[in-house]
């Protein structure tokens, strides 16, 4: 596998500030301890790619975080810059251009921590369309109508991004237009679903047994009790 850098945009679980809107049913810090969990999971993923170079993009405070002490030993040999930007759209070109900085000449895959049935095997056949004669740009989209990776033969480009509103059900189109409109060629990945519901909890939960999401989503049946999580799709 070629040289690649890696980027997770990531936010400390710290109860209260992250998976709000599991809470109810989920406490804060039922939630917060998914949000850890998704987080490690996204991390085991981005580590297993060859010739990969991890870098995370964080916001929070890490010491106050649900799994702090796990999560600090995984990171432990990772650049982890601070996220800066006033919106999301600018903090996802900051985390490209910081980590273009660290990693000077690496092509960049970013994620979210929001996907933790993401494994190294979907990211190195993400990174397999990113390397595709042609190809400038892969984006996967969201089935919320946003997007959970982007990649971009050069971190540069990611400056069209800034000025992209995020949060929308138009989010991922958008993206896409600006990445066209710059005169890049966009590559499509799978589309995946992202944690913002405790039904979106579910039904990730449900695609990734083996996960330590799922084994955390397991323990919580106020989340859980319709009885999905184990059922075949």
């Given at each position: 596998m070629r040289g690649v850098a890696l980027i997770v945009l990531a936010k400390a679980p710290e109860p209260g500030r992250v998976k709000t809107r599991l809470c109810p049913p989920a406490t804060a810090e039922q939630a917060a301890d998914l949000a850890a969990a998704a987080f490690l999971d996204t991390l085991d993923a981005v580590r297993g790619i060859a010739g990969g170079r991890p870098v995370v993009a964080l916001t ?174």
């Amino acid at each position: 596998m070629r040289g690649v850098a890696l980027i997770v945009l990531a936010k400390a679980p710290e109860p209260g500030r992250v998976k709000t809107r599991l809470c109810p049913p989920a406490t804060a810090e039922q939630a917060a301890d998914l949000a850890a969990a998704a987080f490690l999971d996204t991390l085991d993923a981005v580590r297993g790619i060859a010739g990969g170079r991890p870098v995370v993009a964080l916001t929070g405070r890490l010491e106050h975080a649900v799994r702090a002490a796990e999560l600090a030993e995984a990171l432990r040999d990772t650049p982890t810059p601070a996220q800066r930007g006033a919106d999301l759209g600018e903090r996802i070109a900051a985390a490209h251009a910081d980590t273009a900085a660290l990693l000077p000449g690496l092509p960049t895959l970013l994620l979210g921590m929001d996907t933790p049935q993401v494994d190294a095997a979907l990211l190195t056949g993400c990174l397999d369309r990113l390397w595709h004669p042609g190809v400038d740009a892969v984006l996967g989209p969201a089935a919320d109508g946003g997007w959970w990776a982007l990649g971009l033969r050069d971190p540069r480009w990611a400056a069209v991004l800034a000025g992209v509103p995020t949060s929308r059900a138009d989010t991922g189109e958008r993206t896409l237009g600006v990445l066209r409109a710059a005169g890049l060629q966009v590559a499509t990945l799978p589309e995946l679903t992202d944690v913002d519901t405790a039904a979106d909890a579910v039904v990730v939960g449900r695609s990734a047994p083996s996960t330590r999401f799922a084994a955390a989503l397991a323990a919580l049946p106020a989340l859980t009790a319709g009885g999905t999580l184990g059922e075949a799709g």
